[in-house]
């Protein structure tokens, strides 16, 4: 039962002793002020204090750490005192979350690494873990490289594309697929599946089942037939099919979504900022410091790893309760004035949080980074004279609180004329 005294659990945890409406609600991280300049809400939040309540999506209530202090604390104390698995979550327990929120696709339980403490995420991420390392890294280059040249065979006669849908969008999951040793057909069942699933409409749910059953075929498959992939490694690592499938559909989406908007970032770094335009076409900058710049100040994951109080507890005068989702803004931590990295002193800096810290921290971030720089090498390389098409203030942020990349990139390049144009 819900008293004054207790967190009412789908409300704003800052306003749990006031039933009335509140003068000014939480911040919003959603929507199209928060979309326009994540940082403008991010320096606002942070005038408020280290963590602070937020609305995550309309409705869906809990807290943002937005210092780097504050990151770290949540990160390094998980799961001692703070839980990943949302059984924690008051809202959630008490089916007050809406189902059809992008919060409750993003932070609803799955029976993976991901949402799981203790000896049981340790368990299931050293699968993980073991089966990344051992894929090969000079193999996946060249995988990359195959797949880039090929989504650019696709319009480089044209003189023109948009390198996001074109190119940083397909590519990740092309290369992520064949990392699993995925048929054409079963990849393109799953890619599709999950490009349902991500766009959250209302076939959301048998997008799900479809996904689920496409993986449960590739476990099935790789059973009687293993191969040097990581559906393989997996098995052999001693998963059961349930959790075989949520562990593919966990690293599937883990690793695609993440670096597609990472690879659309870096390009327009490269093509926009005169520190880069220019120099890393005669490779005076390599890609990787503007990779490395924009995991800092715009890193693919921007909010997300979201944690539970393991009783009340307190941060820097704040007081945490117990039953809301506390989020980590890995953005505002990056940006934190507090951290005084200067922007010329990014490159090459490994000290920001994009890929998370502690016990959940990415597990792959080496393999994120040679994919992101065959990439735009490639596509650098294969694109002469390639510039922006509109005046980059005509680009568009995708909307939405977890992932941060653009809508679209428009650009122009001299055609190549050896080519066969693409016929579509
Ligand atoms: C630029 C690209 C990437 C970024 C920015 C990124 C970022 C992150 C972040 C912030 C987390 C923590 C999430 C949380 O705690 O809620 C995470 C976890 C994870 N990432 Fe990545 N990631 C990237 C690429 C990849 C790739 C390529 C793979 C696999 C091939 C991958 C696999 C995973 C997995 C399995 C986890 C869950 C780990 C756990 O819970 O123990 N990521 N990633």
Known sequence: MTTQHQPAAGRCPAHQAEPEAAPTGPIPIHGDAFTADPHATYDRLRAQGPIVPVE??????????????????????????????????DALRLGQVPADSPAAAMM????????????????????????????????????????ADSLIDGFATEGEADLVAQFSDPLPMLTVIEMFGCSQELGGRIVTAVTRLFDAGS??????????????????????????????????????DPELVQTILLVIGAAAPPTSNHIGNGLRRVLTDPRFAGSVHDGVRPVSDALDEVLWDNPPVPNYSPLYALGQQSFEGV??????????????????????VAPGARAGNRGHLAFSAGAHSCPAPDLARIIAETALERALDRLPGLD???????????????????????????????????RR
């Open 203 to 240: 076939d959301a749910a048998q997008a799900n089942a479809d996904l689920e059953a496409a993986c449960l075929e590739l476990t099935r498959l790789k059973r009687h037939r293993p191969g040097r992939d990581i559906t393989s490694w997996l098995i052999a690592a001693g998963l059961t």
């Open 56 to 89: 995550i999506s309309p409705g869906v209530y809990g807290y943002l750490a937005v210092t780097y202090r504050a990151a770290l604390h949540l990160l390094r104390n998980t799961p001692t005192r703070f839980a990943k698995d949302p059984q924690h979550w």
């Open 388 to 422: 922006l098409a509109v005046p980059e203030s005509e680009l568009n942020n995708r909307p939405g609180t977890f992932l941060a990349g653009l809508t679209a990139l428009p650009v122009r390049f001299q055609p190549d004329t050896r080519l066969v144009p693409y």
């Open 319 to 340: 007081e945490l309760r117990p039953g809301h989702p506390i989020l980590v803004s890995f953005a505002a931590a990056n940006g934190d004035p507090a951290l005084a």
């Open 108 to 147: 609803m339980p799955r029976d993976n690494a991901l949402w799981k403490d203790g000896p049981e995420h340790t368990r299931l991420r050293q699968a993980i873990t073991s089966s990344l390392a051992r894929v090969n890294t000079h193999a996946l280059a060249a995988s990359v490289t195959r797949i």
